[in-house]
């Protein structure tokens, strides 16, 4: 079975910090990407990346940087903690463009 | 007064009826297109997809049906059970020009509650 784990499932942290979003998946796959999800709005695309190093933006990339130096981590941070960064962020991989996508269990972040 | 969030559209069906989910995707470009089912406290899980050159898909109980000409997709579960309530995403994956990347988009989601 596909693995996505995400580093933490709640977080807590203070206005202003810089913060880390780890991501790891152990199937080899080309894509990773990262969501956001809030009440009533889905699902929606931060970041996702195609293939090592390389990173492009989604939707929502204001507030948010990546990286992906290897294959099986994608981390998403966060530069400046600010409190509309409150949500669920949920990360995913695909072994390649047009197949299923999986999901970690995602990471409840506070911003207080 | 002020406004928390949006509500999500809510399907309400008894057990045993066969629940219509709808989505309208945004790009006509996009090539692929898949139904996601979430429960409380989880990631969203794979249930069925299609790609664009076909209009019709049957899994096991769930039926995608795909009509490009109004950018239109939808998902059929037949005999509706307790255990199929949860928020029902489509998302679509829109190419990327330029290299063999590609963006994957979800829609806002709909609520299906399912009667005993």
């Known amino acids: 079975d596909v693995k996505v784990t995400q580093s933490s499932r709640y977080l807590v942290k203070r206005t202003g910090e810089k913060v880390f979003l780890e991501c790891v998946q152990d199937?080899?796959?080309?894509?990773m990407f990262w969501y956001r999800q809030d009440p009533g709005l889905g699902l929606r695309l931060i970041y996702f990346s195609y293939d090592v190093k390389m990173k492009e933006k989604g939707d929502i990339p204001e507030g948010y940087s990546v990286s992906r130096e290897k294959k099986e981590r994608f981390s998403l941070i966060l530069e400046s903690a600010s409190t509309n960064q409150t949500s669920m962020y949920l990360c995913a991989s695909s072994l390649q463009v047009n197949t299923e996508a999986f999901f970690g269990q995602g990471t409840r972040l506070t911003v207080v | 007064g002020e406004s928390v969030g949006l509500h999500l559209p809510t399907l309400s069906v008894q057990e045993g009826d066969n629940s219509i989910i709808n989505c309208a995707y945004s790009?006509?470009?996009?090539?692929?297109f898949i139904w996601y089912k979430q429960e409380s406290g989880k990631g969203p899980q794979f249930i069925i997809d299609?790609?664009?050159?076909?209009d019709k898909r049957q899994g096991q109980r769930v039926t995608v049906l795909l009509n490009k000409t109004v950018k239109h997709l939808s998902l059929q579960i037949a005999a509706t059970q307790p255990g199929d309530s949860a928020v029902y995403f489509c998302a679509e994956n829109m190419p990327l020009i330029y290299n063999q990347g590609g963006k994957l988009i979800f829609g806002q989601g709909t609520e299906l509650s399912v009667k005993p």
């Open positions: 790009n006509s470009a996009s090539d692929y």
């Open positions: 199937m080899d796959h080309e894509n």
């Open positions: 299609i790609r664009s050159n076909m």
